[in-house]
């Protein structure tokens, strides 16, 4: 039985126990009223221990499902308390999460240049590994961003796993034309991810992204070749013509902005 069901029907039965005690003394009354003689005394007695017997059934039920509903009760505190402690484990799971293991491979790939490494990278990436994914990014100088574009394109990786090829496209924009149109297809599909979105509008602006494959200060940090913001400005003007969205198109406006203080320092520098 439910716990609701069970409370309702111990109320039920708690007023259906009071009734019958008024009942019974109702026909007492009523029948030592009008009883009279020996017979009248019998009926009154045998009626008497019918409405005594129905009362001790129906006080029997009542402690029944008071019994019910008490064990009920404490099988719901039982079961939120294991809740509690479950969300509990979570969010010092979430707040605590794993050490990522830094496969020496493929930091020594990266700090080499080692394009023999891309396929087992590629492989690697394909799996929903975000450091295999990082090392084709560190390495898209080395095959013009092909094995990261690729991987992209496979369509099987894991919603964290798009979402950084997808941060590591636009940041890495200049080294394929093809993934223009793959960032500019993000945009202009109505259905595509909002977290997607705002990966390449992160991305467009961190050419410098960091890693977690960096372990020491001789490795080669990005970028490995020289942005172009005139590019990247006119790539996120022309993903703002396909939205419609105000948050979204209020999010690229301050990309462009940066980007073209970027643009200015990059002058500056030359």
């Not at 009279?36 to 499902?65: D, F, M, N, V, Y």
């Not at 479950?86 to 491979?105: G, K, T």
């Not at 990261?148 to 034309?177: D, H, K, Q, Y």
Request: proline share 5%; glycine share 6%; net charge negative.
């Amino acid at each position: 039985m439910k716990p609701a069901a069970a409370f309702a029907a111990g109320l039920w039965t708690g007023a259906a126990v009071i009734a019958a005690v008024g009942v019974f003394y109702l026909r007492v009354w009523e029948l030592g009223r009008t009883g009279t003689g020996p017979l009248g005394r019998e009926k009154l007695e045998t009626r008497i221990q019918l409405l005594q017997q129905e009362q001790t059934r129906a006080q029997a039920e009542e402690a029944r499902l008071k019994q019910t509903i008490a064990e009920l009760q404490t099988e719901l505190e039982t079961r939120a308390t294991i809740d509690a402690r479950r969300e509990m484990r979570l969010a010092r799971r979430e707040a605590n999460p794993p050490e990522v293991v830094i496969e020496l491979w493929m930091v020594n790939a990266v700090v080499k240049g080692d394009v023999q490494a891309l396929p087992r990278l590629e492989q690697a990436a394909v799996q929903g590994d975000l450091l295999a994914i990082d090392a084709l990014a560190l390495l898209a100088d080395r095959d013009n961003c092909d094995a990261l574009t690729r991987v992209w394109s496979a369509g099987i990786l894991t919603v964290a796993g798009r979402e950084r090829a997808t941060f590591l496209l636009a940041a890495t924009v200049e080294l394929n034309p093809r993934t223009e149109d793959l960032l500019q297809s993000i945009f202009a599909t109505p259905t595509a991810e909002g977290r997607l979105r705002e990966a390449a509008l992160a991305g467009i602006e961190t050419p410098d992204f960091a890693t977690k494959l960096r372990q020491t200060d001789d490795f080669p940090a990005p970028p490995h070749f020289r942005p172009d913001y005139g590019q990247r400005l006119w790539l996120v003007e022309s993903w703002r013509t396909v939205v419609a969205d105000p948050q979204l198109l209020a999010m690229i406006d301050r990309v462009h902005g940066r980007l073209a203080q970027h643009a200015v320092g990059a002058r500056r520098a030359e």
